[in-house]
T-cell receptor, first 114, second 113 residues
């Protein structure tokens, strides 16, 4: 079974530029998550989708971050414009359902904003 | 509000020692799920175990064991006879009624040969 795919693996951009990350979850997984992990910290949930609907985006900085999940499968996370403090690893995860099942994570995208 | 606390920031042991990683959680939900993940230097979070709030049976998987105690809101993880390959950051996580998965800050385990 293929795992969660993310791209790119690494990205370096200048502040105020825009960037987009892509995620393809495990086939059949209804729930998709985007997490931000700053160095030395635990992952922080940015947004959670159930199929193509948003379940929780309470910690998503909506003035600069946006995310969508087209047709309930792939998802993109965008940052525009980026700030220095956005430097982090962005992790995508998926699970069969939201409640009792474990989430499986992709390898992440390491973003450096200079 | 939900919260996961991993008080140990870093632990260093010598190979073959046993080590316990602590996890304390807070939730008002009666039904919830607890998880442990391993994050090796490569960066990918690897799922280790899931526990639901109605099942307080301890679990053993090879050198790994987990102790879930609702009375103290703890879900501790023990590695027996640690190995260098166990070196990683370990995260405890909680999922409540809304389905969002909340992580602790992690414990960095270093196992020295």
């Amino acid at each position: 079974e293929a795992g969660v795919a993310q791209s790119p693996r690494y990205k370096i951009i200048e502040k105020r530029q825009s960037v987009a990350f892509w995620c393809n979850p495990i086939s059949g997984h209804a729930t998709l998550y985007w997490y931000q992990q700053i160095l030395g910290q635990g992952p922080k949930l940015l947004i959670q989708f159930q199929n193509n609907g948003v379940v929780d985006d309470s910690q998503l900085p909506k003035d600069r971050f946006s995310a969508e999940r087209l047709k309930g499968v792939d998802s993109t996370l965008k940052i525009q414009p980026a700030k220095l403090e956005d430097s982090a690893v962005y992790l995508c995860a998926s699970s069969l359902w939201a409640r009792g099942t474990e989430a499986f994570f992709g390898q992440g995208t390491r973003l450096t904003v200079v | 509000a939900q919260k996961v606390t991993q008080a140990q920031t870093e632990i260093s042991v010598v190979e073959k020692e046993d080590v316990t990683l602590d996890c304390v959680y807070e939730t008002r939900d009666t039904t919830y799920y607890l998880f442990w993940y391993k994050q090796p230097p490569s960066g990918e979070l690897v799922f280790l175990i899931r526990r639901n709030s109605f099942d307080e049976q301890n679990e053993i998987s090879g050198r790994y064991s987990w102790n879930f105690q609702k009375s103290t809101s703890s879900f501790n993880f023990t590695i027996t006879a640690s190995q260098v390959v166990d070196s990683a950051v370990y995260f405890c996580a909680l999922r409540g009624s809304q389905g969002n998965l909340i992580f602790g800050k992690g414990t960095k385990l270093s196992v020295k040969p």
